[in-house]
């Protein structure tokens, strides 16, 4: 159980281009994701949380008219990476909780998405 | 702001050999966790550690969790090269039923050879 799907798993696009990513959970509810950016050898960064039916919480130094995110149903969330440029290549990944149940619950992960700006 | 230090943040070992990583903070966390990733994948979650000097063992891994909810340790016993990857781990803010964010440790590297 607990799944969460992303797609697509890699992009490769022109500068310029405007990429969405999905991040899906497959078997239960998510009132809230979470989209993180990992660059090469490091950890996760917290970029932002998304939250169902609300406005993404931006986490500081994140452009939020440039990371797009909607998150129009309690199993679905996108981050739109709008006029993508090289510096922009990263790994991106989301995560879930399921909504409700105990308050320590942690944060299923997709598999991440490789977006690479020529 | 809250920050997890990780360490080591590289490990490399033979097969056989004991291991242990370590994740401290200077703030108290809910709960922490431990996940796994593999090269081009999300981490996949090993462990949730929520209670003061908990401690909880998956095969030959163990997870004991601060008294002081400050710190982690994760302890490899006869590693193997199935058990290379980057170790992360995460304390979760927030508390009840508030869904904190998670604040990562820098990761650890580890390689197992045969």
């Known amino acids: 159980g607990a799944v969460v799907s992303q797609h697509p798993s890699r992009v490769i696009c022109k500068s310029g281009t405007s990429v969405k990513i999905e991040c899906r959970s497959l078997?239960?509810?998510?009132?809230?994701m979470f989209w993180y950016r990992q660059f090469p050898k490091q950890s996760l960064m917290l970029m932002a949380t998304?939250?169902?039916?609300?406005?993404?919480?931006?986490e500081q130094g994140v452009e939020k008219d440039k990371f797009l995110i909607n998150h129009a149903s309690l199993t679905l969330s996108t981050l739109t990476v709008t006029s993508a440029h090289p510096e922009d290549s990263s790994f991106y990944i989301c995560?879930?909780?399921?909504?409700?149940?105990?308050?320590?619950?942690?944060?299923?992960f997709g598999d991440g998405t490789r977006l690479s700006i020529l | 702001t809250q920050l997890l230090e990780q360490s080591p943040q590289f490990l490399s070992i033979q097969e056989g050999e004991n291991l242990t990583v370590y994740c401290n903070s200077s703030?108290?966390?809910?709960?922490l966790q431990w996940y796994r990733q593999e090269p081009g994948e999300g981490p996949v979650l090993l462990v949730t550690?929520?209670?003061?000097?908990e401690v909880k063992k998956l095969k030959r891994l163990t997870f004991q969790f601060g008294d002081a909810r400050k710190d982690s340790s994760l302890h490899i016993t006869a590693a193997q090269p199935g058990d290379t990857g980057l170790y992360l781990c995460?304390?979760?803010?927030?508390?009840?039923?508030?869904?904190?964010?998670?604040?990562f440790g820098k990761g650890t590297k580890l390689s197992v050879k045969p």
């Open positions: 995560s879930a909780i399921p909504t409700g149940g105990w308050s320590n619950q942690p944060q299923h």
């Open positions: 078997d239960f509810q998510a009132t809230t």
């Open positions: 998304s939250n169902e039916g609300s406005k993404a919480t931006y």
């Open positions: 703030s108290v966390f809910s709960s």
């Open positions: 550690v929520v209670t003061g000097g």
């Open positions: 995460a304390g979760a803010e927030g508390y009840g039923g508030s869904q904190g964010n998670l604040i």
